[in-house]
Every structure is written in structure tokens, then in C-alpha cells.
């Protein structure tokens, strides 16, 4: 059943939501919505919406009131803690929060709640941000469908992963921006099948302790929100401050990629080659790009990926002692590493540094770097299914990740928003990398001023523009 053909979306009536972070930010500032009348739009939403969407492993609605309630009269007293005063972020379930259990996704782990938050988490609490839940994760972020999570565009297909529960709550109005982290494309996979704009910091942009490792060299925290200035402004908060975004971008170079990106869906490349275009109006100078094709980098970066999931694991005294406690997917992630000598691991590093070097050579003269986000739209979920041979599921995770992870072992940030829809309306996504965030959200931030992809939400999506539910 397609969320097209479904009331699913069909909130009660009810909610003014703003459209953006900034918008709300701007509305509690002035004093037209207070940040408790806020969150009982969201949690209204939360229960109207995510029984069918299953965004959320959980939310506090207690808690959340009590620290709206903190908030509001902050400002009211004329004390706001800082850009973000009381505008709902829900966290990902791989990031402590203090006070709630960590789970991962998964059963291997105790339900023992975090003793104190996550830099990241930290810094959006004295932004002013209200912590709101937190969302589903594929287990240990090692995967692309995030069960139980439905892709708010059709409930029948996935929302993408590892971070799909905060594209999706995002997506379906729950909340109006979320903490996720990319490893190899995490952020940027869910926010282009989901149609929401989401960033992979450079490297040492935001803090990654407190949260789950996965890869260490290339785990990143990052934004996912509902479009490039939204992010913009949580990248701000995040990094403490780090980069500004240009106020013009004419003259930025954008390299454009072509068939290196191997084979696409109907209507991604099209899409996407409309996108150029449109940075040539902003004034950015548009070219073509040769770099390494992307297949070369999907085996060496498994075998690096794989082997340092299960020293991460074996040191956090979870595997082989509780093998029985995960998925039998992730399972067989850990015992196929057990299989990968250190000779071919060493191998992988270096296949990867090379294409590393190719890619920077063929980049030098550009600013930023153009493609798909995804090869493809969101597939369905049973085409999904997990396979004890993992042949049929490991061509999906591959598929969706293969334009992604490259950029992750250079370090570059690289953003996602959408930027068109297929036949079937399901949402494509242009990813912008390049050596610096700032650089890569202001050339999406003008995109986005120019093209209205970005606002169109899931059918029969409600109104925004609606009384608010009364606050006792």
C-alpha cells in the first residue's frame, strides 16, 4: 500500500507547524510560538503519524514537555540560550543522550541509560534545542533499510539507513530536524530516498564521542533537515562555530560527474543533470569532472569497513560473547570479517589511498563535486529482505552506498537535497561534495533558493497551516 493510497499521513486536525527549523527558531524569538506549544504540534504528530511510519524507537513525552515548559520560560524572561531556543532535534539512536539508553538497534546491548550526553547532543542543548526521542537505526548503523522505519513517500519501500529513522521523522513533519551520523553514507543515503537535505561533516568538523562506533577513521555526527539552510545553521551550532557560508557563490567551480557513477534509475541522471543548469544561473561555473569510477572503490572499502566493525565489536566485549543477541545479518557481517586476512585489509588501504589521490588529482580544479546521491530511488522492502547468502541484499546495500563511501575515505564533507522525483513520485537526491562544509552548503543553499523540490512533502501529507492544539 502506497502512503499515496493511505490516510496514514492524515493528522487530525490541528497544528500551525513552521515549515523550517529557521522559521520556528524565528517565531520563538519574537514571541508569535512558544517552544511548548511547539512540541505539542510535534508530539501530536508523533501520534498521529508514526504508529504506520515507526521513526521513533521512543519519546518521552513527560520529558519533552518539561524541558518545553524550561524553555518557554526562558524566553519569556528574555533568556535565550542561543539560535536553536526550544526547535524539537530528535537524536539517532547510536548518540547518547543522558538519561536514556543507547540501544544501537539492537539486542546486544544493555539498557542501561548514557551518564551524559554526546558532544553533539551537548552543544545542540545550549543552542537551546529541545532533545526530542530518539529514532531508529539499522543495527549498529551497518545497513541501509532500518527496519522497522517506512519511507514516509510509500510505506511499502525503505527509508534508507543507517540513519533512516531521523530522515524519515524529519520528512513526515515529526520533527523538524535530527541528529544522524555517516559512516559511509548514512546521512546522505536516507535523506535523498526520504527527500530531505542531510550533511556529512568534514572529518573534524563535529565531535563523534558518544557515539557507537562503526568505522573509526570515518564515523561522522552530522544534520539532517529540511533543507541546506537548515543545515546550515546546524552545522554552525554543531562544529562550534566552524566555517561560514560564502554569500555568493558566483565564481565556485562545480565539477560535474558523468558516467563514472556507473548505471543509473530512470530519471536519477536526468535529474540530476538538471541540476547544473541551475548552478550556472547562481553564477557557479559548471564543467565536467573525470574521476575514478565508483565501482573501484566498493571491494577495498568492504574489506576496511568490515574489519574495522569487528575490532570495534570485539573490544566492546559484544562479539563473538553475544553473538546470539544480534541480527543474523549483522551476525554474518562479523563472521565474514573473521575471514578477512590482514594482508588484505593492508591491500585495501592502499587500493583506497590511490583512488583517494586520483580523485583529489581530478578535483583540483573544482570546488565542489556533482552526482547522485543514490543511483536509484528507494527500493521496495521486500526486495530487501535479508538473505543468508546475502547475495540479492548485499546488491541493494551496495547499489545505494556506491556513491557515497568514496568521499567518506578522502574526509570531504558532502551534502544531499532533493532535486526532482521519479515517475512513481519517489524523491531523487544530488549530492554536493567537497573539501569544506561550508563551501558544499552554500552551493546547495542556492540551488535550493532556485528550485522548489524541497518543498513538496509526502501525500496526503496535512496542512501545516492549521490552529494549534491548545497547551494547558
Not at 234 to 247: D, E, K, M, N
Given at each position: 500500500?502506497?502512503?499515496?493510497?493511505?490516510?496514514?499521513?492524515?493528522?487530525?486536525?490541528?497544528?500551525?507547524?513552521?515549515?523550517?527549523?529557521r522559521?520556528?527558531?524565528?517565531?520563538?524569538?519574537?514571541?508569535?510560538?512558544?517552544a511548548?506549544?511547539?512540541?505539542?504540534?510535534?508530539?501530536?504528530?508523533?501520534?498521529?503519524?508514526?504508529?504506520?511510519?515507526?521513526?521513533?524507537?521512543?519519546?518521552?513525552?513527560?520529558?519533552?514537555?518539561?524541558?518545553?515548559?524550561?524553555?518557554?520560560?526562558?524566553?519569556?524572561?528574555?533568556?535565550?540560550?542561543?539560535?536553536?531556543?526550544?526547535?524539537?532535534?530528535?537524536?539517532?539512536?547510536?548518540?547518547?543522550?543522558?538519561?536514556?539508553?543507547?540501544?544501537?538497534?539492537?539486542?546486544?546491548t544493555?539498557?542501561?541509560?548514557?551518564a551524559?550526553?554526546?558532544?553533539?547532543?551537548?552543544?545542540?542543548?545550549?543552542?537551546?534545542?529541545?532533545?526530542?526521542?530518539?529514532t531508529h537505526?539499522?543495527?549498529?548503523?551497518?545497513?541501509?533499510?532500518?527496519?522497522?522505519?517506512?519511507?514516509?513517500?510509500?510505506?511499502?519501500?525503505?527509508?534508507?539507513?543507517?540513519?533512516?529513522?531521523?530522515?524519515?521523522?524529519?520528512?513526515?513533519?515529526?520533527?523538524?530536524a535530527?541528529?544522524?551520523?555517516?559512516?559511509?553514507?548514512?546521512?546522505?543515503?536516507?535523506?535523498?530516498?526520504?527527500g530531505?537535505?542531510?550533511?556529512?561533516?568534514?572529518?573534524?568538523?563535529?565531535?563523534?564521542e558518544?557515539?557507537?562506533?562503526?568505522?573509526?577513521?570515518?564515523d561522522?555526527?552530522?544534520?539532517?533537515?529540511?533543507?541546506?539552510?537548515?543545515?546550515?545553521?546546524?552545522?554552525?551550532?554543531?562544529?562550534?562555530?566552524?566555517?561560514?557560508?560564502?554569500?555568493?557563490?558566483?565564481?565556485l567551480?562545480?565539477?560535474?560527474?558523468?558516467?563514472?557513477?556507473?548505471?543509473?534509475?530512470?530519471?536519477?541522471?536526468?535529474?540530476?543533470?538538471?541540476?547544473?543548469?541551475?548552478?550556472?544561473?547562481?553564477?557557479?561555473?559548471?564543467r565536467?569532472?573525470?574521476?575514478?569510477?565508483?565501482?573501484?572503490?566498493?571491494?577495498?572499502?568492504?574489506?576496511?569497513?568490515?574489519?574495522?566493525?569487528?575490532?570495534?565489536?570485539?573490544?566492546?566485549?559484544?562479539?563473538?560473547?553475544?553473538?546470539?543477541?544480534?541480527?543474523?545479518?549483522?551476525?554474518?557481517?562479523l563472521?565474514?570479517?573473521?575471514?578477512?586476512?590482514?594482508?588484505?585489509?593492508?591491500?585495501?588501504?592502499?587500493a583506497?589511498?590511490?583512488?583517494?589521490?586520483?580523485?583529489?588529482?581530478?578535483?583540483?580544479?573544482?570546488?565542489?563535486?556533482?552526482?547522485?546521491?543514490?543511483?536509484?530511488?528507494?527500493?521496495?522492502i521486500?526486495?530487501?529482505?535479508?538473505?543468508?547468502?546475502?547475495?540479492?541484499?548485499?546488491?541493494?546495500?551496495?547499489?545505494?552506498?556506491r556513491?557515497?563511501?568514496?568521499?567518506?575515505?578522502?574526509?570531504?564533507?558532502?551534502?544531499?537535497?532533493?532535486?526532482g522525483?521519479?515517475?512513481?513520485?519517489?524523491?531523487?537526491?544530488?549530492?554536493?561534495?567537497?573539501?569544506?562544509?561550508?563551501?558544499?552548503?552554500?552551493?546547495?543553499?542556492?540551488?535550493?533558493?532556485?528550485t522548489?523540490?524541497?518543498l513538496r512533502?509526502?501525500?496526503?501529507?496535512?496542512?501545516?497551516?492549521?490552529?494549534?492544539?491548545?497547551?494547558?
Amino acid at each position: 500500500m502506497s502512503s499515496v493510497d493511505s490516510p496514514v499521513l492524515d493528522t487530525p486536525a490541528g497544528s500551525d507547524m513552521p515549515t523550517s527549523l529557521r522559521a520556528a527558531a524565528r517565531l520563538i524569538r519574537d514571541g508569535s510560538l512558544t517552544a511548548d506549544t511547539l512540541a505539542e504540534m510535534c508530539l501530536h504528530r508523533v501520534r498521529a503519524v508514526d504508529p504506520q511510519v515507526r521513526a521513533f524507537v521512543g519519546v518521552d513525552e513527560p520529558a519533552v514537555r518539561a524541558q518545553a515548559r524550561e524553555l518557554t520560560r526562558e524566553a519569556r524572561a528574555g533568556r535565550l540560550r542561543g539560535p536553536l531556543h526550544g526547535v524539537p532535534v530528535a537524536v539517532k539512536d547510536v548518540i547518547d543522550v543522558a538519561g536514556m539508553p543507547t540501544r544501537c538497534g539492537s539486542n546486544v546491548t544493555d539498557p542501561v541509560a548514557a551518564a551524559a550526553d554526546a558532544p553533539a547532543v551537548g552543544r545542540l542543548r545550549a543552542a537551546g534545542a529541545l532533545i526530542f526521542g530518539k529514532t531508529h537505526t539499522h543495527e549498529f548503523a551497518h545497513g541501509v533499510t532500518t527496519p522497522p522505519t517506512r519511507n514516509p513517500w510509500d510505506l511499502e519501500k525503505i527509508p534508507g539507513g543507517s540513519s533512516g529513522g531521523s530522515a524519515a521523522a524529519v520528512a513526515s513533519g515529526q520533527c523538524l530536524a535530527a541528529l544522524g551520523s555517516d559512516t559511509g553514507g548514512s546521512i546522505r543515503v536516507p535523506s535523498a530516498l526520504c527527500g530531505v537535505a542531510g550533511l556529512r561533516p568534514g572529518r573534524d568538523d563535529i565531535p563523534v564521542e558518544g557515539v557507537a562506533a562503526f568505522s573509526p577513521r570515518l564515523d561522522t555526527c552530522g544534520p539532517i533537515g529540511r533543507d541546506a539552510h537548515d543545515l546550515a545553521l546546524l552545522h554552525a551550532v554543531l562544529s562550534g562555530g566552524r566555517g561560514t557560508l560564502p554569500s555568493d557563490v558566483g565564481g565556485l567551480t562545480a565539477g560535474i560527474v558523468g558516467a563514472q557513477t556507473g548505471e543509473l534509475g530512470d530519471g536519477v541522471g536526468e535529474a540530476v543533470a538538471a541540476v547544473a543548469d541551475v548552478m550556472a544561473e547562481a553564477g557557479v561555473r559548471v564543467r565536467p569532472v573525470s574521476v575514478p569510477p565508483f565501482d573501484a572503490w566498493s571491494a577495498p572499502r568492504a574489506q576496511f569497513v568490515l574489519t574495522d566493525f569487528l575490532e570495534v565489536h570485539r573490544d566492546a566485549g559484544f562479539y563473538p560473547q553475544r553473538t546470539d543477541r544480534y541480527t543474523a545479518e549483522v551476525a554474518g557481517y562479523l563472521r565474514h570479517a573473521e575471514t578477512i586476512p590482514a594482508a588484505v585489509r593492508t591491500a585495501a588501504i592502499a587500493a583506497l589511498d590511490e583512488l583517494a589521490r586520483r580523485l583529489a588529482a581530478s578535483c583540483a580544479a573544482v570546488d565542489v563535486v556533482v552526482l547522485p546521491t543514490t543511483p536509484v530511488t528507494a527500493p521496495r522492502i521486500r526486495d530487501c529482505a535479508y538473505e543468508p547468502d546475502q547475495a540479492g541484499r548485499a546488491a541493494v546495500i551496495g547499489t545505494l552506498m556506491r556513491l557515497c563511501g568514496p568521499f567518506s575515505w578522502c574526509g570531504w564533507a558532502a551534502v544531499s537535497v532533493p532535486c526532482g522525483f521519479d515517475a512513481g513520485g519517489m524523491p531523487i537526491g544530488v549530492q554536493i561534495a567537497g573539501r569544506s562544509a561550508s563551501t558544499v552548503l552554500a552551493v546547495a543553499a542556492a540551488y535550493q533558493d532556485r528550485t522548489g523540490h524541497h518543498l513538496r512533502e509526502p501525500m496526503p501529507m496535512p496542512s501545516r497551516r492549521r490552529e494549534a492544539p491548545a497547551v494547558g
